[in-house]
Nanobody
């Protein structure tokens, strides 16, 4: 079994910064993509940013230039540095990891429990 544990959410004023962290543990033979998603009340969950095992990244247009995703492959961790936060960034943020638990198994996407980010105006 694989567990993802997130930390770093909280309340911040507009223009402020937060860093979210995610740690994967358990039966992780390899992790392909790690990502951060968010879900605001009444809205669908959306991709914020993702990072592949080779370090290549992908960002939602709404966060480009403000958020930076990174990962440490040796520690199975990923972080999301969020700068210049806006009230519209308010949401529950979820970490995801596409994990291969054995060499012969296809990757399966695991999710963290979510961490609340609230940006006040």
């Amino acid at each position: 079994q694989v567990q993802l544990v997130e930390s770093g959410g909280g309340l911040v004023q507009a223009g402020g910064s937060l860093t979210l962290s995610c740690a994967a543990s358990g039966s992780t033979f390899s992790i392909n993509i790690m990502g951060w998603y968010r879900q605001a009340p009444g809205k669908q969950r959306e991709l914020v940013a993702s990072v592949n095992s080779d370090g290549s990244t992908n960002y939602a247009d709404s966060v480009k230039g403000r958020f930076t995703i990174s990962r440490d492959n040796a520690k199975n961790t990923a972080s999301l540095q969020m700068n210049s936060l806006k009230p519209e960034d308010t949401a529950v943020y979820y970490c995801s990891a596409d994990v291969r638990i054995t060499p012969s198994r296809y990757p399966y996407r695991y999710w963290g429990q979510g961490t609340q980010v609230t940006v006040s105006s």
